[in-house]
């Protein structure tokens, strides 16, 4: 079988995106081994670049360690972050690695970070030799889908307060490790707000 480790994780890497894959679809090791045999490993130092916006997009990426986010940039110089993902997320720029396009997001790392990268032209040989993996992706897929509705409802519906518990359930922990000008720019608030939600205690705004 093929194995991947990373430095800076005890557990290898193969392990950890097995495990991902039990989450959803059940597969013997010959597929297992098939299935690592089609991945890449990649090595991403704090602030790299991933994919830049008009790149096109090869690889659908699955963090083993660290944290990734995805994001746009204004004619301002604004950013704009869509979704962060740390251990055991997926990140691609979906419209450009279905439609082999430029990407329209850029995707780099907010800490030193292992990512497993799968390309669209394996994934399709995938598809073809391991059939079930078809459902394994519709539901990452359609997961991705439902998230990103999620976060135009937060954007438009709720007020700051609750789209940072939102932010706190959906990504535990993370706001100890990344920055508060990331959370804000993916809450769409300024840093200084934010620290301003920070120091008040639980369920009191």
């Given amino acids: ?62 963090v083993a360690q660290g944290c990734l986010r995805m994001y746009t940039t204004d004619d301002s110089g604004r950013e704009h972050i869509q979704m962060f993902a740390p251990e055991n997320w997926w990140c691609t720029d979906l419209l450009g690695f279905h439609t082999n396009t430029a990407a329209t997001h ?9 990512v497993l990268q799968l390309s669209y032209q394996n994934l399709e040989k995938l598809y073809l030799k391991v059939p079930k993996f078809e459902r394994f ?19 438009l519906a709720l007020p700051a307060d609750q789209k940072y518990e939102t932010f706190k359930k959906l990504y535990p922990g993370l706001q100890q490790r990344i920055t508060q000008k990331h959370i804000a720019a993916y809450l769409g608030i300024t840093p200084v707000f934010l620290s301003m939600l920070r120091k008040k205690p639980d369920g009191i705004y």
Wanted: charged letters at 20%.
């Fill in 1 to 62: 079988m093929k194995s991947f480790q990373s430095s800076s994780s005890e557990e290898p890497m193969d392990q950890l995106i097995l495990a991902n894959i039990a989450l959803h679809i059940g597969i013997g090791a010959a597929e297992a081994d098939y299935f690592l045999s089609l991945l890449e490993h990649k090595t991403l130092k704090r602030k790299e670049v991933l994919l830049s916006e008009g790149q096109t997009c090869h690889y659908i990426n699955y």
């Fill in 106 to 114: 850029t995707i780099d790392a907010l800490e030193d970070t292992d």
């Fill in 137 to 155: 992706f519709r539901v990452l897929f359609q997961n991705g889908f439902i998230m990103y509705q999620n976060r135009i409802t937060t954007e």
